[in-house]
């Protein structure tokens, strides 16, 4: 991807007012200038929460802010013309639009009906632990308030294949519709994780799969945007989304960028996903994240040689989306791992200044999280921002020697070193153009120089818990 970089522009707790639709138009100058290419907006459709859904409750998808529905007529984030202003004044930008697409549930039925079922064990799907009952669901959704505009498709309980639960008892528990069976070809946690919530999208259902093509392309049309955030992935059919892509590409004529979100810490089971939909998409590389939580957390015990390892960055680049920390990671919610505050600057570089992967920002590390004692870290990364846009450039030199303290360099001219534990010194090789040049710390944590020595190697210095950025001196190139 370049020196592409996408931000996630949300977080959890956000306020419904103002309309981040609005801030997000407002920002969007200020986002192509500190170096963002892709902005990924929320699920802009409505909810079950209406106007405080964040947007994974799923309602009508449809439903952009336009539709009194739900109790309200706008999202969380605006209403469908703000929605649309938004990416049209992004797209003046040059910044391109990553939609946030959630197709595997739905909630918030209009109605209920009966149907035959039969009551699963949560810790292993698979297991059918109840005779056949029935049971009444919320699962018939008309859109009474839509009426019909843009899709005349109405969603029963043949559409689904289970949920969890039922309005006759009152009872929560994961219920499997009888007749019907969980995809296979999904993650094996729970002994089948086809199930997450509400009311599950049957993917084996042919009505159903042509209904969110149509709205796959309508979505596209009707938006401009430029790709896809895809929900949840590993509760998914992989056939589903290779065909749904498929389709939309062959349809727009257009290769557009998809990246997943498979939760998961092995990298085994990512690159078997990657296979399973032929690469047509990229994923979140979720393992790496966890090694930054570690690292963070390991009082600099830490083997910072090892953090590329088992990662999808390390064995696939071409398809992985690197972060640090996202919506469902921070403080309070259902993925909690939070990386600590002093080690974000440490894994943004890891990130942004190198070579491999395509690296996304998270709103709440550069604007700071509500309700949490976390401004951000605005000004660090405006830094690395400018550092990747105009230095991190060329062929990469890596110094992963020590436990503690690692570094590496790229032909431009830039020359990073971290510490986990002690200050400390690391001799690099940025070039022997550099000879004699005197090079600074563009991130300020360093105040010596270094000069650059005949032969093209530098003594570069690190401060303990820190990372140092080298750059030449102006007037120095």
């Given at each position: 991807?370049?020196?592409?970089?996408?931000?996630?522009?949300?977080?959890?707790?956000?306020?419904?007012?103002?309309?981040?639709?609005?801030?997000?138009?407002?920002?969007?100058?200020?986002?192509?200038t500190i170096g963002i290419t892709a902005v990924w907006m929320p699920p802009a459709f409505k909810g079950i929460g209406g106007q405080n859904d964040v947007g994974y409750g799923v309602y009508d998808v449809y439903d952009l802010g336009e539709f009194y529905q739900q109790g309200t007529?706008?999202?969380?984030?605006?209403?469908?013309?703000?929605?649309?202003?938004?990416?049209?004044?992004?797209?003046?930008?040059?910044?391109?639009?990553?939609?946030?697409?959630?197709?595997?549930?739905?909630?918030?039925?209009?109605?209920?009906?009966?149907?035959?079922?039969?009551?699963?064990?949560?810790?292993?799907?698979?297991?059918?632990?109840?005779?056949?009952?029935?049971?009444?669901?919320?699962?018939?959704?008309?859109?009474?308030h839509r009426y019909q505009k843009y899709s005349d498709f109405t969603w029963n309980w043949t559409c689904f294949k289970g949920i969890d639960y039922d309005v006759l008892s009152k009872r929560h528990a994961t219920f499997l519709f009888k007749d019907k069976s969980w995809d296979e070809?999904?993650?094996?946690?729970?002994?089948?994780?086809?199930?997450?919530?509400?009311?599950?999208?049957?993917?084996?259902?042919?009505?159903?799969?042509?209904?969110?093509?149509?709205?796959?392309?309508?979505?596209?049309?009707?938006?401009?945007?430029?790709?896809?955030?895809?929900?949840?992935?590993?509760?998914?059919?992989?056939?589903?989304?290779?065909?749904?892509?498929?389709?939309?590409?062959?349809?727009?004529?257009?290769?557009?960028?998809?990246?997943?979100?498979?939760?998961?810490?092995?990298?085994?089971?990512?690159?078997?996903?990657?296979?399973?939909?032929?690469?047509?998409?990229?994923?979140?590389?979720?393992?790496?994240?966890?090694?930054?939580?570690?690292?963070?957390?390991?009082?600099?015990?830490?083997?910072?040689?090892?953090?590329?390892?088992?990662?999808?960055?390390?064995?696939?680049?071409?398809?992985?989306?690197?972060?640090?920390?996202?919506?469902?990671?921070?403080?309070?919610?259902?993925?909690?791992?939070?990386?600590?505050?002093?080690?974000?600057?440490?894994?943004?570089?890891?990130?942004?200044?190198?070579?491999?992967?395509?690296?996304?920002?998270?709103?709440?590390?550069?604007?700071?999280?509500?309700?949490?004692?976390?401004?951000?870290?605005?000004?660090?990364?405006?830094?690395?921002?400018?550092?990747?846009?105009?230095?991190?450039?060329?062929?990469?030199?890596?110094?992963?020697?020590?436990?503690?303290?690692?570094?590496?360099?790229?032909?431009?001219?830039?020359?990073?070193?971290?510490?986990?534990?002690?200050?400390?010194?690391?001799?690099?090789?940025?070039?022997?153009?550099?000879?004699?040049?005197?090079?600074?710390?563009?991130?300020?944590?360093?105040?010596?120089?270094?000069?650059?020595?005949?032969?093209?190697?530098?003594?570069?210095?690190?401060?303990?818990?820190?990372?140092?950025?080298?750059?030449?001196?102006?007037?120095?190139?």
């Amino acid at each position: 991807m370049a020196n592409d970089v996408m931000m996630q522009y949300f977080e959890w707790y956000l306020n419904n007012e103002p309309h981040l639709w609005t801030l997000l138009k407002e920002d969007a100058q200020h986002l192509k200038t500190i170096g963002i290419t892709a902005v990924w907006m929320p699920p802009a459709f409505k909810g079950i929460g209406g106007q405080n859904d964040v947007g994974y409750g799923v309602y009508d998808v449809y439903d952009l802010g336009e539709f009194y529905q739900q109790g309200t007529i706008c999202t969380k984030y605006g209403t469908k013309e703000e929605y649309l202003s938004a990416i049209e004044t992004l797209h003046q930008q040059g910044i391109q639009v990553y939609g946030d697409i959630v197709l595997n549930h739905k909630m918030g039925a209009d109605a209920t009906e009966l149907v035959k079922a039969y009551e699963v064990n949560q810790s292993d799907k698979n297991q059918i632990i109840s005779d056949e009952e029935t049971i009444e669901v919320p699962t018939i959704f008309t859109f009474p308030h839509r009426y019909q505009k843009y899709s005349d498709f109405t969603w029963n309980w043949t559409c689904f294949k289970g949920i969890d639960y039922d309005v006759l008892s009152k009872r929560h528990a994961t219920f499997l519709f009888k007749d019907k069976s969980w995809d296979e070809n999904v993650d094996d946690e729970n002994g089948n994780f086809d199930y997450l919530m509400g009311a599950d999208i049957d993917l084996d259902n042919k009505e159903v799969i042509e209904e969110l093509q149509r709205w796959g392309k309508w979505y596209f049309d009707f938006t401009g945007i430029d790709g896809v955030r895809l929900d949840a992935v590993k509760h998914m059919s992989a056939s589903f989304y290779k065909n749904w892509l498929s389709y939309l590409r062959n349809q727009r004529n257009n290769d557009f960028f998809a990246v997943g979100e498979y939760w998961n810490g092995s990298v085994d089971k990512l690159i078997k996903y990657l296979e399973a939909v032929d690469h047509s998409m990229s994923l979140f590389d979720v393992p790496l994240h966890y090694h930054f939580y570690d690292a963070s957390h390991s009082q600099g015990q830490y083997d910072m040689r090892t953090i590329f390892d088992g990662t999808l960055v390390s064995a696939y680049p071409q398809n992985a989306v690197t972060f640090v920390d996202n919506h469902d990671t921070q403080i309070g919610q259902s993925l909690e791992s939070w990386v600590q505050d002093w080690f974000k600057p440490i894994a943004y570089a890891l990130i942004l200044l190198r070579n491999e992967g395509f690296p996304c920002l998270f709103y709440g590390d550069y604007y700071g999280l509500k309700g949490y004692e976390f401004k951000g870290i605005k000004d660090d990364l405006d830094l690395l921002l400018k550092l990747r846009k105009e230095w991190a450039y060329g062929q990469q030199i890596d110094y992963f020697d020590q436990s503690a303290v690692i570094g590496w360099t790229r032909a431009k001219g830039l020359a990073v070193l971290i510490s986990i534990g002690q200050q400390d010194i690391k001799k690099m090789y940025v070039g022997k153009d550099f000879a004699k040049k005197y090079f600074y710390d563009y991130l300020g944590n360093v105040e010596e120089e270094i000069m650059i020595d005949e032969e093209g190697f530098g003594i570069f210095k690190v401060k303990d818990g820190s990372v140092s950025a080298y750059i030449p001196k102006i007037g120095e190139l």
